[in-house]
C-alpha cells in the first residue's frame, strides 16, 4: 500500500505560480509511476501530468503544456508539479496518483492505484 500526501495548494492570482508537492510512503518510490490530475466543481477527473518511475519521461495535458512542469526526486519520495501562469480555468482540487505500472504514464484516472486526499488550487482573475 502506499500513503499518498499532497501540499501546496492556495489562492493565487491569474499569471502567478504556485508548486505542489506530493510526498509518498510505504512502497518503492521508484517502482511507481506518478500523475496529477485534477478536478473541479461539476466536472470529471482529467490528467494533468505524469512521470514515469524509471526514466522519468514526462506527458502533460494539452491545456497544461509550456506552463507547468512534473518532477520527481526519488530520494525524497516525492513529486512536484510546478504550476506557471496559471489561468482561473486551473482552478480545481488536484490529486496526486501512483500507478504500480513504474515503466509507463497512463492518462486513466482508474489505471492508478493510490491516490492522495487533494489539495485545492484557487486561481483568482
Known amino acids: 500500500q502506499v500513503q499518498l500526501v499532497e501540499s501546496g495548494g492556495g489562492l493565487v492570482q491569474a499569471g502567478g505560480s504556485l508548486r505542489l508537492s506530493c510526498a509518498a510512503s510505504?512502497?518503492?518510490?521508484?517502482?511507481?509511476?506518478m500523475g496529477w490530475f485534477r478536478q473541479a466543481p461539476g466536472k470529471e477527473r482529467e490528467f494533468v501530468s505524469g512521470?514515469?518511475?524509471?526514466?522519468?519521461?514526462?506527458k502533460y495535458a494539452d491545456s497544461v503544456k509550456g506552463r507547468y512542469t512534473i518532477s520527481r526526486d526519488n530520494a525524497k519520495n516525492t513529486v512536484y508539479l510546478q504550476m506557471n501562469s496559471l489561468k482561473p480555468e486551473d482552478t480545481a482540487v488536484y490529486y496526486c496518483?501512483?500507478?504500480?505500472?513504474?515503466?509507463?504514464?497512463?492518462?486513466?484516472?482508474?489505471?492508478?492505484?493510490?491516490w492522495g486526499q487533494g489539495t485545492q488550487v484557487t486561481v483568482s482573475s
Open positions: 496518483a501512483g500507478d504500480r505500472k513504474y515503466w509507463m504514464v497512463t492518462t486513466t484516472p482508474g489505471e492508478y492505484d493510490y
Open positions: 510505504g512502497r518503492t518510490f521508484s517502482l511507481t509511476a
Open positions: 512521470i514515469s518511475g524509471n526514466d522519468g519521461s514526462a
